[in-house]
């Protein structure tokens, strides 16, 4: 199982970028998707969460209002846009699937590798 996440780079305040991760899943569709990020020096942390229908999501409050997660199950691919971002939102942010509901980075079984993204202010 592979997981790969895509879109990340440098924006200004106020920008917008979207994240993708593909992921080489058989069977897609039954696996709830995450997305987390992780600041230098700090825990990688949870933002956000889309059910294996697409029917439910979770947001971290940071990020509430401004990113919105989806999913192409027709694709295997999962998606952030991230709208209105800010300085403290520079992270490297990671996709993740598994097949328990959580915001809990321990629960998620497969995880991609990872794409910067750095906000200036």
């Known amino acids: 199982v592979q997981l790969q996440a895509s879109g990340g780079g440098l924006v200004q305040s106020g920008g917008s970028l979207r994240l993708s991760c593909a992921a080489s899943i058989r069977t897609f569709s039954i696996y709830h998707l995450g997305w987390f990020r992780q600041a230098p020096g700090k825990e990688r942390e949870f933002v956000a969460a889309?059910?294996?229908?697409?029917?439910?999501?979770y947001y971290a409050d940071s990020v509430k209002g401004r990113f919105t997660i989806s999913r192409d199950n027709a694709m295997n691919t999962v998606y952030l846009q991230m709208n209105s971002l800010k300085p403290e939102d520079t992270a490297v942010y990671y996709c993740?699937?598994?097949?328990?509901?959580?915001?809990?980075?321990?629960?998620?079984?497969?995880w991609g590798q990872g794409t910067q993204v750095t906000v200036s202010s």
């Open positions: 993740a699937a598994g097949t328990r509901w959580s915001s809990s980075r321990d629960l998620y079984d497969y």
């Open positions: 889309i059910s294996w229908s697409g029917g439910t999501t």
